[in-house]
């Protein structure tokens, strides 16, 4: 499984990037503004930082002005990163428009704020490159967020669909897991679920006890 960063923080992707794990990164107008700096300055960066998918939101309602913002978008990244734009595109039916035009153009999508297996699968057959199911906003909202992730899954896997599913809004390390037992194709994950996931205290006990073991060692 793909892991992307779900952030927008530059220091966190320079750090976790540097572990070398990181396949790719997903940004929102939320996490943006939480960042606090200039949108192109954070864009550029983060292009610099990771060769792989990078998802840019499209804020447009009407599908000309998504397609049309996404260009815009596109012509502001320099061209040798290009290939890695994503444009996130919400999930509409001029969403979905818009999906279809951009495809037929080669410019990947993201179709973001899902929250149904039928709607994974209008997206993937508009022409979506990716597909961002939200399964903690799910979990918030009493239902179980995986059990889509499985529809997807087993939907997907069925007509042999190309659309990658993004296991997004995750909340906790045992989303990660859950989600690569399903084969979901990617899970984009916060800088701390990531940082939970390197964690476990008999880890850190066994590193302990060496380095006292190692000093009784006679060199
Ligand atoms: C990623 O593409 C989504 O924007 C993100 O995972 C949403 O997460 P949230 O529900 O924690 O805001």
Not at 1 to 18: G, W
Not at 75 to 89: E, F, G, L
Not at 99 to 117: D, P
Not at 204 to 214: E, P, Q, R, V
Request: hydrophobic share 45%; glycine share 6%.
């Amino acid at each position: 499984m793909k892991l992307f960063i779900d952030t927008a923080d530059i220091n966190e992707i320079k750090e976790i990037a540097s572990w070398g794990i990181l396949d790719g990164v997903t940004t929102n107008p939320t996490l943006l503004a939480k960042c606090g700096r200039s949108l192109q300055d954070v864009i550029d960066e983060i292009f610099k930082l990771v060769d792989g998918p990078i998802s840019l939101e499209a804020l447009s309602e009407k599908a000309e002005d998504m397609v049309t913002e996404a260009k815009q978008i596109i012509s502001k990244i320099p061209q040798n990163y290009r290939k890695n734009v994503a444009i996130k595109i919400p999930m509409t039916s001029e969403g979905l428009k818009a999906v279809k035009i951009l495809c037929k153009e080669g410019i990947k999508t993201n179709v973001t704020l899902i929250f149904s297996a039928n709607q994974a699968l209008l997206a993937a057959k508009a022409g979506a490159t990716f597909v961002s199911p939200f399964i903690g906003r799910l979990d918030d909202n009493g239902q179980e967020g995986m059990r889509v992730i499985e529809e997807i899954m087993e939907i997907f896997c069925n007509y042999d669909i190309q659309t990658e599913v993004i296991v997004a809004s995750i909340r906790h390390p045992i989303h990660v897991i859950e989600s690569a037992r399903l084969g979901a194709d990617i899970a984009t994950v916060p800088p701390d679920v990531l940082r939970k996931m390197i964690k476990h205290p008999l880890t850190d006990a066994g590193i302990k006890s060496f380095l006292k073991d190692w000093e009784k060692v006679k060199k």
